[in-house]
């Protein structure tokens, strides 16, 4: 369980000696319950992505709490809150952001490489969400050599890949056509129900925040909860 208690945050910008301070987040409250889908939608520029790096504990907020399952991250050092989303968070990105150079296999291995995961423990781990995610076919191709929905399944099989609770997914259909975004939010759905995973999408489309259990409308640094489900 996610809960976020009066979360503010400002940026200052402007020349040296110049700075004014733009508020961007002005005291959200927000929860996300285990299992769920949650959306937050906004304007681009409404502070979403700000809202998702403090979530995940990549930024530090100015004021307020960020508790997932009773542990206070915002109470956290840099080092513990990397290990902590190592552990706890999975992320899915417009843009896929997979490595280049690296094959679908080797890009899904790759967070339990990092986790010091047993070669022999990676292969046999990606070779069974490979099979489940339809991608075994394309294991050995490079991102390059992938369409763009076939690499977001790649992106959401490596997301899936340590297991984690949550997933934050950012704008994760953005790039795709219409047709594809389908695809992508009934596997997003079928995940849900089938492993329990809570999702966090951030997206500017009412059509993708509409998978959500729950929804929360960014506004001028407000978050406001309120939406219908509708499932596809
Ligand atoms: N590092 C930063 N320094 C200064 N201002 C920032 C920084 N990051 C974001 N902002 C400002 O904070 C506001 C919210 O940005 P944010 O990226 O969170 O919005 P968003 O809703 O995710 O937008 P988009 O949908 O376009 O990605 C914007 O006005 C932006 O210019």
Request: cysteine-free.
């Amino acid at each position: 369980m996610i809960e976020v208690k009066g979360l503010a945050h400002s940026f200052r910008v402007g020349k040296k000696g110049k700075e004014t301070e733009v508020p961007v987040l002005k005291g959200l409250t927000l929860q996300a319950a285990d299992g769920e889908i949650v959306s937050i939608v906004g304007r681009s520029g409404s502070g979403k992505s700000t809202l998702l790096h403090i979530l995940a504990g990549f930024l530090q907020p100015d004021s307020g709490r960020v508790l997932v399952d009773g542990t206070d991250l915002t109470a956290m050092n840099e080092a513990q809150r990397a290990a902590y989303r190592l552990d706890h968070f999975g992320f899915v990105f417009q843009n896929f952001q997979l490595m280049p150079g690296l094959t679908a296999f080797e890009n899904v291995e790759l967070p339990l490489t990092l986790k010091g995961v047993p070669a022999a423990e990676r292969r046999r781990k990606v070779e069974e969400l490979l099979e489940s995610t339809g991608l075994s076919d394309i294991r050995s191709h490079y991102p390059n050599e992938l369409s763009g929905g076939q690499q977001q399944r790649v992106g959401i099989a490596r997301a899936l890949i340590t297991e984690p609770p949550i997933i934050f997914a950012d704008e994760p259909t953005g790039s795709l056509d219409s047709e594809t975004e389908q695809d992508i939010l009934l596997l997003i759905q079928s995940l849900n129900r089938t492993y329990g995973i809570t999702f966090v999408i951030i997206t500017h489309d009412d059509e993708v925040a509409a998978i959500a259990d729950r929804t929360y409308r960014m506004h001028d640094g407000e978050l406001a909860e309120g939406g219908l489900r509708h499932v596809i």
